[in-house]
């Protein structure tokens, strides 16, 4: 069902519309090296595709996943050869062009460079990431978009309607069914027709032949939503970005729907645990001491339990540093003495706060003028316990949230 022309490719109108420099382009043959990044099933191989229809070019596809640079080096050989001989490009579609290494990319560099192939690659993650700054210079970025649900049901409903596709199956397909297909596929168009063609399969046929897909048989078949994740790319990073914007922003309910999204797509619970770990830390910090103290328990929970069970553990913990008292007033502290370590003179530790286990070392000064906060009314002294260019420096800077206010209590001035 893959379409064979520009004016057959669903969606991406931004690119492909009427007028459009893409499609301008594509029309008139002319041809440069291109990014194509979108999410799965979001037509990147049959946009490659349709481009070498257009322009008349050699086509040649690769799978980074599969080849090797010297399978590279061989097709820009012969590629060389047909431009200087008889006048043809070659296309070079290179699909998940970022699970190439450095070296594997940059043997494309000279070719793409010369003129000596025209790359296209596809990916699904972020080029700025993925592919090395050398190569993206020398290409174009297209962004492909996430097909809407209207897009995926005219995929399917051509599906049906082609003699090439379902149509000898006499498919009936109630418009819920189309909904449903459309909204647990998210925008793959492959995705949906790989639903649609085992519901229709499924479907035992009547008299006639005709196969009637119910709702419910496209439930049992299906089972699930498609989730679209992948635990090592830029959608990782996007949900627990979005998880840790709902907690610091006090949502619980989006907290719990960006878990619940990461958890049921397959994510590793305790990388979760180890955020909000992180989290209780960074964000809630000594505004709510116990804060700490729940996200480690839902962190031993998920580890003694394990899945599914420890989700609500994961729940807990969400709703709670959620709704818990904010400060980043440790974590702001904790930097600032970072920087002051890494960057101030490294001075030796003042003489009144070493310890002093000989003669030797109390001849010397160690321990001389220190003062024991047990022999002093509330166990409080003043005295400089910072080297003497940092002298006065004041990291911790309590809030008035929480528990943080009977902190800030507790903290006196520096001494002169």
């Known amino acids: 069902m893959r379409p064979a022309t520009l004016d057959e490719i669903v969606g991406q109108d931004h690119l492909l519309g009427k007028d459009k420099p893409l499609r301008r382009m594509i029309e008139k043959g002319e041809l440069h090296s291109m990014i194509l990044w979108g999410p799965p099933g979001s037509g990147k191989t049959t946009l490659a595709l349709a ?7 050699i086509f040649i596809q690769l799978s980074a996943v599969t080849s090797s640079v010297a399978e590279v080096r061989e097709i820009t050989r012969r590629a060389e050869f047909e431009r200087s001989m008889h006048s043809r490009r070659t296309i070079l579609f290179v699909d998940e062009i970022h699970r190439f290494n450095k070296a594997q990319q940059d043997a494309f560099l000279p070719h793409v460079e010369s003129g000596g192939i025209i790359l296209v690659g596809a990916t699904t ?3 700025s990431f993925e592919v090395i700054a050398p190569l993206l210079s020398r290409c174009r970025v297209y962004v492909l978009s996430q097909l809407g649900p209207d897009e995926v049901k005219t995929v399917m409903n051509r599906a049906m309607a082609s003699k090439q596709g379902l149509a000898p199956l006499k498919p009936v397909v109630a418009e819920d069914v189309l909904d449903y297909l459309a909204m ?13 063609e085992l519901c229709v399969a499924s479907a035992e046929p009547d008299r006639r032949g005709a196969r009637l897909v119910t709702l419910e048989l496209a439930q049992d078949v299906v089972q699930r939503k498609f989730l679209l994740y992948d635990k090592s790319g830029e959608e990782h990073f996007n949900l627990i970005s979005a998880l840790h914007k709902c907690l610091r922003d006090s949502d619980p309910d989006g907290a719990l729907y960006w878990l619940a999204r990461m958890l049921e797509a397959g994510e590793d619970p ?6 909000l770990v992180r989290f209780a830390s960074e964000d809630v910090g000594l505004a709510q001491p116990n804060a700490l103290l729940i996200a480690n328990a839902a962190k031993d929970a998920v580890h003694f339990v394990g899945m599914p069970e420890g989700n609500t553990a994961l729940a807990q913990a969400v709703v709670y540093l959620a709704l818990a008292p904010k400060s980043n007033a440790l974590y702001v502290a904790y930097g600032e003495a970072k920087d002051d370590a890494l960057k101030s003179a490294t001075e030796p530790v003042p003489l009144h706060l070493r310890n002093a286990p000989t003669g030797l070392m109390k001849g010397l000064g160690y321990g001389k003028g220190y003062k024991y906060a047990h022999d002093f009314k509330d166990a409080q002294v003043e005295q400089e316990h910072l080297p003497p260019s940092l002298k006065g420096r004041k990291y911790y800077r309590p809030t008035d949230r929480g528990f943080e206010a009977e902190l800030k209590k507790r903290t006196r001035p520096k001494p002169d």
């Open 125 to 127: 993650e972020n080029p």
């Open 270 to 275: 305790m990388y979760v645990a180890r955020r």
């Open 51 to 57: 481009i070498a229809h257009y322009t008349k070019a």
């Open 184 to 196: 647990v596929s998210q925008g793959d168009a492959r995705a949906a027709l790989t639903a649609l």
